[in-house]
């Protein structure tokens, strides 16, 4: 991956390796490193199973399976490094885990208000859907392909419409088993970062974005 910046090449490496180590450690990884719900622990095989501080960030790592780690990769590596060269490797390492955060938050709210069973929740698409978010607002008339829709539109359309069958799906529980306000809440996170950045919050940066 020697055309990629740093940042966007060592997040594809670290969840690499991290989804081939859960085939050697997969109960221990899963158990200390999903998120788990907040709320009481509970004991299985040994296991303390249940929410740690650590946890919303090295869920970000985890997949559950080939074709969830590959289009969460895939993501990464087509948006991951247009936005990365727009903010510098910095500033887009600090946006990558802040959406990555604010996705767990976000999920750890609705599991603890909605609860639906002991679960965890793992992999890195709250932070991609940041990352999506921002090539939207950054990049907004660039051209963009839907999978299941092969029409080209506009960034800022398809990021819309995206957030949008999140929402629906999120809201009417079609389908379950994906953590879609965890995917929103990533979205709510770049846009805090992103604004923030802009100037256009409460609190203002010492050096604004350029767009």
């Not at 203002?204 to 974005?209: A, I, M």
Request: hydrophobic fraction near 55%; include cysteine; charged fraction near 10%.
């Amino acid at each position: 991956m020697p055309d990629l910046p740093p940042v966007t090449r060592n997040l594809l490496i670290a969840n690499l390796v991290v989804f081939l180590l859960q085939y050697f450690f997969r109960e221990p990884l899963l158990v200390y490193g999903a998120l788990w719900p907040l709320g009481p622990h509970q004991y299985a095989e040994g296991y303390d199973i249940g929410f740690q501080v650590w946890q919303v960030v090295t869920y970000g790592f985890m997949h559950g399976g080939w074709q969830h780690l590959l289009f969460n990769m895939l993501g990464l590596y087509m948006f991951g490094g247009v936005i990365e060269q727009t903010l510098g490797a910095r500033k887009f390492a600090i946006y990558y885990f802040v959406c990555l955060i604010v996705a767990a938050v976000a999920q750890l709210a609705v599991m603890y208000l909605f609860p639906n069973g002991f679960y965890p929740t793992l992999g890195a698409s709250g932070a991609i859907f940041g990352v999506l978010l921002a090539f939207g607002m950054l990049y907004p008339h660039e051209k963009v392909l839907l999978f299941m829709l092969p029409v080209p539109m506009p960034a800022w359309l398809f990021v819309i419409l995206y957030a949008a069958v999140e929402l629906f799906l999120g809201v009417t529980g079609t389908q379950a088993g994906v953590a879609h306000f965890a995917h929103l809440g990533g979205m709510v996170g770049g846009v805090v970062m992103l604004q923030y950045w802009r100037g256009k919050l409460p609190i203002k940066p010492k050096r604004r974005l350029m767009r």
